[in-house]
């Protein structure tokens, strides 16, 4: 076990479909990532959560809503998403935000929009 | 605006050295790191330098950094196959804990 759990681990989904991408962390973290990967182009920080508020928001669609219900747990509510919304969506968690580059990172969920 | 790039690919002959090459645009960076990501894996942390450092060793991995350049290189000895993996390089301003991202690159091993 990584310390960081993702799933699913794939989802397909329509332009239409609601769905939600959960995280999870036993490791004592206090703030919690989510980063977008997409292929050839930089890793991009989405969110960020400390202690369960959300303290960044880099400019992303409403049709991405996170949600930290506690400190374990984060999840990214997805709803009308477009196909240029495909790519590896990977959560993190770290000590505190300050730490954020020794962040552990899950194995991503891979989403791909038809 | 702060840019981070680097090759998408790489391939070299098992044992041989692995030097992968990241060029970035802030001279501001205090660290700039190193990450591996495994097939099927999230990114790990490697290795990383303070900006006022020129190189970093650590076992098979050395890190060279020239500030005048802004060239960060990451050089691995006697590569193995468990090194196949997408390697990105990063940098951060310090206070800002939002790190600059460079999109990886792929080292491929021949046997």
């Known amino acids: 076990e990584t310390g960081v759990t993702q799933t699913p681990r794939h989802l397909v989904m329509g332009m239409t479909n609601k769905k939600s991408l959960k995280c999870e962390q036993h490791l004592g973290h206090n703030a919690m990532y989510w980063y977008k990967q997409s292929a050839k182009k930089p890793l991009e920080l989405m969110f960020v959560?400390?202690?369960?508020?959300?303290?960044e928001n880099n400019s992303v669609p409403s049709r991405f809503s996170p949600e930290c219900p506690n400190s374990s747990h984060l999840f990214l509510h997805l709803h009308t998403l477009q196909p240029e919304d495909s790519a590896l969506y990977l959560c993190?968690?770290?000590?505190?935000?300050?730490?954020?580059?020794?962040?552990?990172f899950g194995q991503g969920t891979r989403l791909t929009v038809v | 605006g702060e840019d981070v790039e680097q090759s998408l690919f790489l391939s070299v002959r098992e044992g041989d050295s692995s030097v992968i090459n990241c060029t970035y645009t802030?001279?501001?960076?205090?660290?700039l790191y190193w990450y591996k990501q495994e097939p099927g894996a999230g990114l790990q942390l490697l290795t990383y330098?303070?900006?006022n450092m020129d190189m970093k060793q650590d076992q098979r991995l050395t890190v060279l950094l020239n500030k005048k350049d802004k060239h960060l290189s990451l050089r691995i000895a006697d590569t193995q196959t468990g090194d196949s993996a997408i390697y990105f390089c990063?940098?951060?301003?310090?206070?800002?804990?939002?790190?600059?991202w460079g999109a990886g690159t792929k080292l491929i091993i021949k046997p």
């Open positions: 330098i303070f900006s």
């Open positions: 990063a940098e951060s301003m310090g206070s800002n804990y939002q790190l600059i």
């Open positions: 993190a968690s770290s000590q505190d935000p300050a730490y954020s580059t020794e962040a552990f």
């Open positions: 959560y400390s202690l369960e508020e959300r303290v």
């Open positions: 802030d001279s501001s960076s205090t660290y």
